[in-house]
């Protein structure tokens, strides 16, 4: 093998495990912990930041890889290989990020539903200690 073939391999390899280790914190989000779903995100950031720095370093190598003209048809099938797992697996990130966000977009319409509820309990006490207690006894009548 190539030592360029070899090396596009490893940066491939390594964008390929981040990005599974984002998918796998993505996937333990819990819209009902606050704290804990900040750690997550916190983490996930993290390892974006370090993905965004190998599909540099990643991007550099390819670009020395497909410069070459005599590369073995087995070691170009290889990196292709690579380079769709890692389009598929960006696919499916895109996919458990929409379920997330599905997941927080419920919880907060739950939130704004309790709150309704607490306003206009709010609001029905509100007016019933405005209004005098003859009013009150003249309404039972």
């Known amino acids: 093998m ?3 073939t070899d090396k596009v391999v490893q940066e491939l390899d390594l964008l390929y495990g981040l990005y599974e280790l984002a998918i796998d914190l993505s996937k ?25 720095e190998s599909s540099k370093e990643a991007l550099l190598h390819l ?20 380079r769709r797992m890692i389009q598929d697996l960006s696919l499916k ?20 539903a309790e709150l309704a509820r607490g306003t206009q309990r709010k609001n029905a006490a509100k007016s019933y200690l405005a209004t005098s207690m003859t009013q009150r006894l003249m309404a039972r009548v």
Not at 34 to 40: F, L, M, S
Not at 63 to 82: H, I, S
């Open 93 to 112: 990130m895109t996919l458990v990020d929409n379920q997330i966000i599905k997941k927080m977009h419920s919880k907060m319409s739950l939130l704004r």
């Open 63 to 82: 670009n020395a890889f497909d410069a070459m003209t005599m590369v073995p048809a087995n070691e170009r099938a290889l990196v292709d290989e690579k």
């Open 28 to 52: 333990k989000l819990e819209p009902d912990d606050p704290a804990e779903t900040q750690k997550w995100l916190d983490s996930r950031q993290r390892i974006l930041a370090r993905t965004g």
């Open 2 to 4: 190539l030592s360029i």
